[in-house]
């Protein structure tokens, strides 16, 4: 802890940033997570922006049904009230021979839950489905949608809009190239949907993905993320483009996100949406596609049997991998994207090393921890087994509020210091976490890079601990409201530790 301290007190008297030019950014009282260097004017000693994995929980589904099967997926879940309701397509591929076939056309299915963790598969009586009526003739599924191109790529969202229509509140887009593009669906409950548009609304991309929609409440409008070559017509790399609309009708042609300082990387789905603890930032969970040549390495890798059906079947579905992602952004067209994986396929035992598994799952949502009184973690799922009806699911994973991302420095320590800032509040609060050797301390300086009396380094109280809500405090007073709307600068001094994100807020 000397060490540490000593370490405080010589950063104390030499460190000190440039005065850079413009105007400070309001950041009021939102929450600002880590994902991205846009506030920060420096980072020194051993301090750095760091990916974090999620957990690995419970499995949640089994596709396991008749009209499900082994290439089921691309699941969206919408928290909705006290409700989880859960999207998916479900399909099936034969295998047994060369070449890949069809066992049966797809489907949209629905699952809901009470808690985002024990989930049920209705019987909702809407469609037909061979073996599935009982004795009073009544249709025993959870089919929610079949026949057309949409049922391979459906994705529901509901519509926070407050001009949406009450027939539309849940609203979804669907199609491949078949359909010529993406079409659009309309339900009053999620459960019962009917065609919106006429025709195809974004015909540019290629979209044998999923493909996902949302409001944007921010910038007030509608925001489409779609599947997209880079030269067009399934040539070049796999991309991602995004389109907008201000009435879910009339849509702009998509354009390519751009992704600075990131090598190209191919992509299949996005996962892209504002996130609900901070809005201004959307956040994306892309599956990124790697293509493998033929080695005898690669036919070692569990399940071998399955892995020589699918080479001789189509060579790349048996060698390629897929894996997951993250990236941020703040515009939604340039995106922060970290190149390090933020899902790995895993021990090679577990047979995930195969293309087509490790897709995440579209939204994020809480659940309650699994131990009692700590916070609520964020629910994720991501699919696995694929290609195996026996072991086709959905597993769901956690992470930490915030901890996608953190500002994180090791014992030795390290800083950073924020490009001017402009909030209100009268409290400055931080989720992080530290060892038991390790210390937070947070200062609050001028424009000039010069600490505010009061608010100085030496008048920090020492934090450590691991909370998602803490409050900081300077000789044991916390209230900062006198700084309110003035220009400052934040210095984080960090030993052993992360912080996920600040906010300030009302006492």
């Known amino acids: 802890m000397r060490a540490c301290l000593k370490y405080f007190m010589i950063v104390a008297a030499s460190f000190q940033v440039s005065v850079t030019a413009g105007e400070p950014i309001n950041i009021g009282s939102r929450r600002e997570l880590f994902v991205d260097q846009a506030l920060t004017e420096r980072l020194a000693g051993s301090a750095a922006l760091t990916l974090h994995q999620p957990v690995p929980r419970e499995i949640a589904l089994k596709f396991d049904q008749p009209w499900e099967g082994n290439a089921s997926g691309y699941p969206t879940i919408i928290h909705d009230g006290d409700l989880y309701r859960m999207y998916y397509r479900g399909h099936r591929y034969i295998i047994d021979k060369p070449p ?240 390090e994986a933020f899902l790995r396929p895993g021990p090679q035992a577990a047979g995930r090393w195969i293309y087509g598994d490790n897709y995440q799952s579209y939204g994020l949502f809480e659940t309650k921890s699994d131990q009692p009184g700590l916070p609520n973690d964020i629910s994720l799922h991501f699919n696995e087994g694929s290609w195996r009806d026996a072991t086709s699911s959905l597993r769901r994973y956690t992470i930490r509020l915030d901890g996608f991302m953190s500002l994180h420095a090791p014992l030795s320590g390290g800083e950073l210091v924020t490009k001017p800032l402009k909030f209100a509040g009268q409290r400055l609060s931080v989720n992080y976490s530290t060892s038991a050797a390790g210390s937070l301390r947070v200062e609050i300086q001028d424009s000039a890079g010069q600490p505010i009396p009061g608010f100085s380094l030496a008048d920090a109280d020492e934090l450590y601990g691991d909370s998602v809500d803490q409050t900081c405090a300077w000789k044991g007073a916390p209230d900062v409201g006198r700084l309110a709307d003035q220009e400052i600068r934040l210095r984080i001094v960090l030993s052993d530790g992360d912080v996920f994100s600040y906010q300030f807020t009302k006492l």
């Not at 299915?109 to 009526?133: I, N, V």
């Not at 997209?228 to 483009?241: C, H, N, P, T, V």
């Not at 892209?272 to 040549?293: D, E, K, N, Q």
């Open 100 to 339: 890949l076939r069809q066992a049966q056309s797809e489907v949209v299915c629905y699952a809901e839950s009470r808690d985002g963790m024990l989930w049920t598969k209705p019987h909702l009586g809407l469609f037909d489905w061979p073996g599935t009526q009982n004795n009073s003739g009544k249709k025993e599924n959870n089919i929610i949608w079949r026949d057309g191109p949409e049922t391979h790529n459906f994705a529901p969202f509901k519509d926070t809009n407050p001009a949406c229509p009450p027939d539309q509140r849940y609203k979804a887009v669907g199609g491949t190239v078949t359909s010529k593009g993406l079409l659009t669906f309309k339900s009053a409950d999620g459960i019962h949907w009917s065609r919106l548009s006429d025709g195809p609304v974004v015909t540019k991309g290629s979209f044998d993905s999923h493909n996902t929609v949302f409001w944007d409440q921010d910038r007030q409008r509608y925001v489409m993320y779609v599947r997209f070559f880079s030269e067009g017509d399934f040539q070049g790399l796999r991309l991602i483009g995004m389109s907008h609309s201000t009435d879910f009708k009339t849509w702009s042609e998509p354009v390519g996100l751009k992704y600075p300082n990131s090598s190209p990387q191919q992509m299949y789905t996005n996962q892209i949406a504002p996130y609900h603890r901070a809005p201004h930032l959307l956040l994306g969970f892309p599956t990124r596609y790697v293509a493998r040549p033929l080695t005898k390495h690669v036919q070692t890798l569990d399940p071998v049997p399955l892995r020589a059906q699918l080479i001789a079947a189509d060579q790349r579905v048996g060698t390629d991998l897929t894996d997951g992602l993250f990236m941020s952004s703040r515009d939604g067209l340039s995106f922060d994207r970290q190149d």
